[in-house]
């Protein structure tokens, strides 16, 4: 089992749709979650961090399920700019800053 | 917030020759830096933890000897391709953990021909 899956895609959606993305991780000791952004040909930029709580950032939520090993993202209103690559990104902790990539989702907003 | 430099952005390179790319923390000291690489279409794979002052680790798969780090100061580590072949062509990317989380590089695209 890969240690973090992601579904490929392409989500292709129109503007203004809201867009969900699934993760699963397969190390129950993983501490740190988070979503990154990749655009084609450039280096991945930090979305936000996956809090326990569950966390917003404008039209931007993440949630995490421990118990499933479970994160998601949900993209409120996609705007035409929101097209890219979603990596699902996690830390395994215990000291170690190592971060595990999912293969990413790719998403396309079409006017 | 916390930048990392690398460079060069894109190289050519001729097959067996070696190249090196930089990767610099401009704002803070970066005591460990990843060095990941990306082929089309998949994921960022870790290739090795760079630590200052001392030896890389490398994960399993990748040739220490072909794949030469050098963590030398707090704000640089560079990775040297040694021999390169086409099959390394590659999106190599570095990191940095910062107080927020984990800065990347820019990346460095490399095309052996």
């Known amino acids: 089992r890969k240690e973090v899956e992601q579904d490929p895609g392409p989500f292709n959606v129109p503007e203004g749709a809201t867009v969900a993305f699934n993760c699963t991780y397969s190390?129950?000791?993983?501490?740190?979650f988070f979503w990154y952004r990749q655009d084609c040909r450039k280096e991945p930029k930090l979305l936000m961090s996956v809090y326990s709580s569950g966390n917003e950032d404008g039209r931007f939520t993440a949630q995490l399920n421990r118990a499933s090993q479970y994160i998601s993202l949900l993209i409120r209103d996609s705007k035409l700019s929101d097209s890219a690559t979603y990596l699902c990104v996690v830390n395994m902790g215990a000291g170690s800053y190592q971060l595990t990539f999912g293969k990413g989702t790719k998403l396309s907003v079409i006017p | 917030g916390a930048v990392v430099s690398q460079h060069p952005s894109w190289v050519i390179c001729k097959s067996g020759t070696s190249v090196k790319i930089e990767c610099r923390s401009l704002?803070?000291?970066?005591?460990?830096m990843f060095w990941y690489r990306q082929f089309p279409k998949q994921s960022l794979m870790l290739m090795a933890t760079?630590?200052?002052?001392?030896?890389?680790?490398?994960e399993q798969g990748v040739e220490k000897d072909k794949f030469l780090i050098n963590h030398a100061s707090l704000t640089l580590s560079t990775l040297t391709v040694t021999s390169a072949h086409p099959e390394d062509s590659s999106f190599y990317i570095c990191?940095?953990?910062?107080?927020?989380?984990?800065?990347f590089g820019s990346g460095t695209r490399l095309t052996v021909v």
């Open positions: 760079s630590n200052e002052g001392s030896k890389a680790t490398y």
């Open positions: 190390n129950s000791a993983s501490q740190s």
């Open positions: 704002d803070f000291q970066a005591t460990t």
């Open positions: 990191s940095a953990s910062d107080r927020v989380g984990y800065t």
